[in-house]
């Protein structure tokens, strides 16, 4: 069994247990369901039934840096029918952001704090870009937490040149943010098309992201290095990746195949650090292959 603690106790203690179909764009931001953790961290989700017919199977997806749950909503459908509890990461979407703390570390603790709240034991976990990093510190530290681990667009640290443009921009950034302007539309470009009425909402829902989100994640980003930790992720792990991708490059990947030799690769040519809204149906397959290893 991976989801562990009698319903009665969730129920009793206020646990919401209202998994529904996959929502459509329009209903997205409003299926979001929230839950508190033992240190008081509130946390927003969306909760999606599995139709695959196997009990007990939850997939937690941890979306990438301004990004929030609705960054998976292209791919869910392509994942096999698995249970999905895709999180918002503090700071983003519907959770909330505090004025302290955005290291990888905290982003960890609270997937912890997550896991233990909602009663589940064990999961197969896929972390995108800063969630991939999430979910590689959390593999490291919780190996009985994790079954499979599928790390997508990930690198140990932001190379110099990616940051540097961030900062070149980020604090120069004044709410309201404008979700069209030339950064955000930087921001979000893909090498290849991305359905428009999903990417004008996830951009949107990024510029509602508070300025010392923005800006203390990014300085956190750039202290960054969880190499140690990968050394000892004892789950099997799945690394995607697109060779157009414009945060990671190739030499970071060089980087995390050395680092993870038994891992399983995946690249995906022209495409980019958002390759899985890119081609959600292969990145899907790919991914369900990969967990029914």
């Known amino acids: ?76 459908p392509h994942l096999g029918g698995r249970h999905v509890y895709a999180v918002d990461l503090r700071g983003h979407g519907g959770s909330d952001a505090p004025a302290c703390c955005y290291g990888i570390d905290a ?47 990930t690198a140990f640290s932001v190379p110099k040149g990616p940051t540097d443009w961030l900062w070149d921009n980020v604090p120069a950034l004044t709410p309201p943010i404008d979700p069209n302007s030339q950064f955000m539309l930087d921001w979000y470009a893909n090498p290849t098309p991305v359905d428009d009425d999903f990417l004008s909402r996830e951009r949107a829902e990024s510029a509602a992201v508070p300025l010392h989100v923005w800006t203390g994640v990014l300085r956190a980003l750039t202290m960054t290095d969880w190499s140690w930790y990968a050394r000892r992720i004892e789950s099997p792990v799945l690394v995607l990746w697109g060779d157009q991708d414009g945060l990671f490059d190739a030499g970071t990947q060089d980087w995390v195949r050395d680092t993870l030799p038994e891992a399983e690769f995946e690249t995906y040519a022209g495409h980019g650090h958002n390759m899985f809204w890119e081609r959600p149906e292969d990145v899907g397959a790919r991914i369900v292959a990969f967990l029914g290893e």
Request: hydrophobic content about 45%; aromatic content about 6%.
């Open 1 to 76: 069994m991976r989801v562990w603690g009698p319903l009665a106790a969730l129920l009793m203690a206020g646990v919401p247990l209202l998994a529904g179909p996959l929502p459509s764009q329009d209903d997205w931001a409003g299926a979001r369901q929230s839950v508190t953790t033992a240190d008081g961290q509130q946390l927003s989700y969306v909760e999606v039934d599995g139709t695959d017919g196997v009990v007990d199977d939850p997939l937690i997806l941890l979306h990438g840096y301004t990004d929030n749950s609705r960054s998976w909503s292209l791919l869910v």
């Open 107 to 153: 982003f960890s603790g609270d997937l912890l704090g997550f896991m233990d709240a909602l009663g589940i034991d064990r999961a197969d976990i896929v972390g995108h870009s800063l969630g991939s990093m999430t979910a590689g510190v959390f593999a490291a530290e919780h190996p009985d937490r994790v079954d499979h681990l599928v790390l997508v667009s």
